[in-house]
């Protein structure tokens, strides 16, 4: 686990860690491949949920905002990828959503995009970017 001052839960989904821009934010193999996980972004006084999508070496971050009706993507927290794990899903109105760019792939949506988050991966880290 990434040295971090937010505490783990022993049992359940890990908790929802907040993380400001040059944080490290978990280790990629802390994530199921692929897999998705939560988390507050910081900037000042601005907060936001973003969620990290892990696949293979590489992660995307997006703003957990759907651009159709503008709401929270999942239902369950760290839950946002459909069930065979190929893309990004909104559990509202069942748009899905490329995990590498956030486009959206089928539903309501067409046309429309995620709001991505800069992240960078060294060392097997993930980072929010400066
Ligand atoms: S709010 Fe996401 S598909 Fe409608």
Redesign the pocket.
């Known amino acids: 686990m990434v040295d971090h001052p937010d505490t783990h839960t022993p049992d359940g989904p890990p908790p929802v860690l907040t993380v400001k821009p040059g944080d490290a934010m978990c280790r990629l193999d802390e994530m199921a491949d692929p897999d998705s996980r939560a988390f507050i972004m910081q900037r000042g006084e601005e907060s936001e949920e973003i969620l990290v999508i892990r696949e293979g070496d590489e992660a995307f971050g997006y703003v957990n905002v759907?651009p159709?009706?503008f709401?929270p993507?999942n239902w369950k927290p760290h839950v946002f990828l459909n069930y065979d794990k190929t893309r990004i899903l909104?559990v509202?109105?069942?748009?899905t959503f490329d995990k590498r760019d956030g486009s959206c792939l089928g539903?309501?949506?067409p046309g429309q995009a995620l709001e991505q988050v800069a992240l960078r991966v060294e060392n097997g880290v993930i980072f929010l970017a400066d």
């Open positions: 759907c159709h009706r709401v993507l909104c509202v109105h069942a748009a539903g309501p949506c």
